[in-house]
């Protein structure tokens, strides 16, 4: 009986330390030191991606130029959000990161949005931006950043960013994810984009009671009507 007991113990505990990591992981780790996408037609689905075969794999697997050039900002956010995840960068895959790139007119915005599966993390690389986020209390965590500056998200948190400034703006980011997703709020509703509905939601989530004003073009706000 005591052994009996004694085992029972070792396997709750050993049953518990399992949950717990199951509970805190993002990405499953890494089982291999470099497993680079297969890119060919998928037949069999899993959670991630196959890996290429070792005999095939060479250094260009682990370079990407999907970022090297500013995307598409003619439209109603005057903005462009590409992000790259292991589908189009196979070097990525089992590491548990991925990267986009943002560029913002001189009004641009960047809708409010979740990464589920992700937090992330933003450099700066040119202009003058403000990035905030939304905590579970409604509460509004938002600075202004100047070139250099970095600036993370929580995972799953709505957050959001807009130029600042009177020129366009380049921003990078990190994403602890092979495949964050991404959720827009505004996407989701069935408002037009130009609606005085979502012209007051983007006026409640960008709170400017705690910025200097005085550096920020407030254009973007006489745009929206705000």
Do not use: W
């Amino acid at each position: 009986m005591k052994n009996f007991g004694l085992s029972l113990g070792i396997a709750f505990l050993l049953c518990f330390c399992i949950c717990t990591k199951l509970c805190c992981a993002g990405d499953v780790d890494n089982l291999h030191d470099i497993c680079p996408t297969d890119t060919k037609d998928q037949k069999i689905f899993i959670n991630g991606f196959l890996c290429k075969n070792p005999a095939n794999i060479t250094a260009s697997d682990f370079k990407s130029s999907l970022l090297n050039q500013g995307g598409d900002t003619d439209n109603f956010y005057r903005s462009s959000m590409n992000i790259i995840t292991a589908a189009e960068f196979p070097g990525l895959n089992t590491l548990g990161l991925s990267a986009s790139r943002i560029d913002l007119e001189d009004d641009g915005m960047v809708a409010p949005h979740v990464h589920p599966r992700a937090s992330e993390l933003m450099f700066v690389s040119t202009g003058v931006v403000v990035a905030g986020f939304v905590d579970s209390n409604n509460q509004v965590f938002q600075k202004i950043l100047n070139e250099g500056d970095v600036f993370v998200f929580p995972r799953g948190l709505l957050h959001f960013c807009f130029n600042a400034g009177l020129e366009n703006a380049t921003i990078f980011s990190v994403l602890n994810s092979q495949n964050p997703g991404l959720v827009s709020i505004l996407g989701s509703m069935s408002a037009p984009y130009d609606s005085k509905a979502m012209k007051m939601l983007m006026q409640k989530l960008i709170s400017l009671s705690s910025l200097d004003l005085g550096r920020i073009d407030m254009n973007l706000f006489y745009e929206l009507g705000l």
